[in-house]
């Protein structure tokens, strides 16, 4: 029992301390593929298999409700403290190669996801490409804005001569 209640209690910090998190069904997966998975998610995500009703009781004290009704099978959690969208993208190119690896839902800012929303957030482009595109957007913006009061400049020193 004892052991029980230090797993729900660190389950419910897993979830409390988490930006996201990603409710995935392994079955068929080999200890070799689950290692491999958390190899490629490590620098964004914790990931553990997890016993359904202590996970619901955790995540219910934690606030968060809306993956009660897929806490079914065998589930396993990805508890993202890094980047979302990097751990979205290599949970679902994962399961892409794997099949057996099926992403359930997820929880983001609050916000629950279903799987579709999941894939969504994976297609992005990742926070230092977006970034740099709006960087070199707003340098465009400057540039025109440059060259148009420059050029005005120009067409007052011409018509003042």
Known sequence: MANKEATVAELTNLFETSTAVLLTEY???????LKQLRGNIRQDANYAVV???LTKIAANNAGITTLDAD???PSAVAFVHGD???AAKAVR??????PNLVIKAGVFEG???NADEVNK???LES???LLAKAAGMMKATMGKAAATIDALREKLETSAA
């Not at 079955?27 to 593929?33: D, H, I, Y």
């Not at 190119?93 to 794997?98: H, P």
């Open 111 to 113: 916000k629950a996801l």
């Open 127 to 129: 926070r230092e490409v």
């Open 121 to 123: 957030y994976a297609s």
């Open 84 to 86: 979302f969208v990097a």
């Open 71 to 73: 806490l079914v099978g």
């Open 27 to 33: 079955r068929g997966l080999t200890v070799a593929q």
């Open 93 to 98: 190119d994962f399961a892409k190669v794997n």
């Open 51 to 53: 016993k359904n009703t």
